[in-house]
């Protein structure tokens, strides 16, 4: 099965820098998701990564480290409307590759 | 042109009432999902299909059955509803195969409400 583990709430200032860590431990591992849930709304797509290094687009960028089982999604130039909660998940290298959702990090800036 | 669109987006009902929340995808995807979330906002998968083909069917009391009469549609029919099933619903779908990671695109959700 997966465990995947982030901060449960997380507080920044606009303009500033925050990162959210996650943390996982699966059976198998085929794929980390970065993905934003604002209140009374879907989750959407932030980012992908299968293997390890950084992957940056425009203001956020999601790091990968297989061997140590961490994740850290990166936002940049905080805005106001960067509130909201950001969900990692998990997808298991099973013939139906299912994906795991953490409980999510929800993020307040702050003026 | 919505993607993934799933209806009723709202559902206020009795105890012991049978409900149903369709679910369409216009995408192409050949994967299909229903996920759950409940008040402290933890998403969990209850069923994926693939191709109308159930392929992933987590331990979900057997009140809840999914139906997926083609690819394209993916619904979830909940019998003798309970308070504890009062949660947000969300359709979602992914493409076929490894490439873009098979990423999840949800719908809006379903507010159920049971009381």
């Known amino acids: 099965g997966q465990n995947i583990d982030q901060p449960t709430e997380m507080t920044a200032t606009e303009g500033a820098i925050v990162q959210i860590n996650c943390t996982y431990q699966?059976?198998?591992?085929?794929?980390l998701f970065w993905y934003q849930q604002h209140a009374g709304e879907a989750p959407t797509f932030l980012s992908y990564?299968?293997?390890?290094g950084l992957e940056e687009k425009g203001r956020f960028s999601s790091f990968l480290s297989r061997s140590k089982g961490y994740s850290y999604l990166l936002l940049k130039e905080l805005q106001m409307k960067d509130s909201a909660s950001y969900l990692c998940?998990?997808?298991?290298?099973?013939?139906?590759?299912?994906?795991?959702f953490g409980i999510g990090t929800k993020l307040q800036v702050i003026p | 042109d919505t993607a993934v669109s799933q209806t009723p987006k709202y559902l206020v009902t009795q105890m012991g009432n049978d409900k149903s929340i369709k679910c369409e995808q216009n995408?192409?995807?050949?994967?299909m999902y229903w996920y759950k979330q409940d008040s402290k906002k933890f998403l969990k998968i209850m069923f994926s299909?693939?191709?109308?083909?159930?392929?992933i069917n987590e331990t979900v009391p057997n009140r809840f059955s999914p139906k997926s009469p083609d690819k394209a549609h993916l619904n979830l029919h909940i019998n003798s509803l309970e308070l504890g099933d009062s949660a947000v619903y969300f359709c979602?779908?992914?493409?076929?195969?490894?490439?873009?990671?098979?990423?999840?695109?949800f719908g809006e959700g379903s507010w159920l409400t049971v009381v």
């Open positions: 995408l192409g995807h050949d994967t």
């Open positions: 998940a998990v997808r298991d290298d099973g013939g139906y590759q299912k994906v795991t």
């Open positions: 699966t059976s198998g591992f085929n794929g």
């Open positions: 299909y693939n191709n109308k083909e159930l392929i």
């Open positions: 979602a779908s992914s493409p076929e195969g490894k490439l873009g990671g098979n990423t999840i695109y």
């Open positions: 990564n299968v293997l390890d």
